[in-house]
């Protein structure tokens, strides 16, 4: 490769991925579409896994940085039932192994991390043109373009790389989530800050749920989870907040008000979410100087595992292409096979929880499945 590799998406994999080379003397640059990394917000609490996440950030040589931004206490976990009584309630006794830390943090993080000028802000991708045998042209809107030896989609479930090794498109898997904040949530919604507790809180009824995360400070993120067709939420005016919350809430007639409340009381204007998935398991030939990272390879719905099997992918494949600098290919082949089976792996273990979801008893599956694990 005499070129730099180039990457296409700013999010946690791509920057892994090039933190990584870098560490290894290989030169990468990031092309990302925003403007600027405060551009929009970047979600919410990430609970980073030993296995994929914290390996990924001790590859990258990021672990004590990661540390310093976990939120202690942030692990406990309780499920109540629809009047607000405590059914199950597991703390946070450090012995968790899944720390929780802020989405924007861990990437600003990563960002501090990388040489200047490495990430190539408001350059949004046209199309890529193959140009010869392991050879691209990469195209952005403004009609400026980039000629690069390796392609990597690091750009999220709607990749604009991947048709040029596959022609999976994700469909919608039958959920959509509804995402509401409550802010200073100690003094202004104490009965709900009560109900949420220290960590997470999961309220579940058959094809519904109302999802919860205490954050920094007192922000409490609500994800607000319906089986519902599209068509459904299309019916939904997201442009009227008012009117938003109070039909989303409908939903869940019945329920405690302190419940309700993380719908109808939301700071925010609540944010539609829908679920898409690719095939689980799905895969593609190898295609020369071109390979895709996170999302862009194996989206599935949210299961806790899509930030961490990204940051994962990106210290893999910035390990292959460091062990085999004179043969990329080598490199992508090896990277491309491990990662088509772990992501298989994690998308058949996530489909589980929407299985459960649509249950006659979620709740209790969800209290056994924790009991089990011990």
Known sequence: MTRPITIIGAGLGGLVLARVLQLHGLPAVIYEAESSPSARGQGGMLDIHVEDGQSALRTAGLFEAFEALILEGRQAFRILDTNGAVLFDKPDDGTGGRPEVQRGELRQMLLDSLAAGTVQWGRKLSHVRRLSEGHHEVVFTDGSSVETDLLVGADGAWSKIRPLLCDAVPAYTGTSCIETYLFDTEIRHKDSAKAVGGGAMSVMAPGKAIMAHRERGDTLHTYVMLDRPQSWFAAVDFTNAALATRQIAQEFAGWAPELLALITDSDLPPVLRPFHALPIGQ?????????????????????????????????????????????????????????????????????????????????QRMIDMFHQEG
Request: negative net charge; proline residues 6%; hydrophobic residues 50%.
């Open 283 to 363: 895969t593609w030939e190898r295609v020369p100087g071109a390979t895709l990272i996170g999302d862009a390879a194996h989206v599935a719905a949210p299961n806790g595992e899509g930030a961490n099997l990204a940051m994962y992918d990106g210290a893999q494949l910035g390990l292959a292409l460091a062990a085999h600098p004179g043969d990329p290919e080598i490199a992508l082949a090896l990277y491309e096979q491990a990662m088509f089976a772990r992501s298989a792996a994690s998308a058949s273990q996530g489909a589980g929880f929407y299985e459960m979801l649509a249950s006659s008893d979620p709740a």
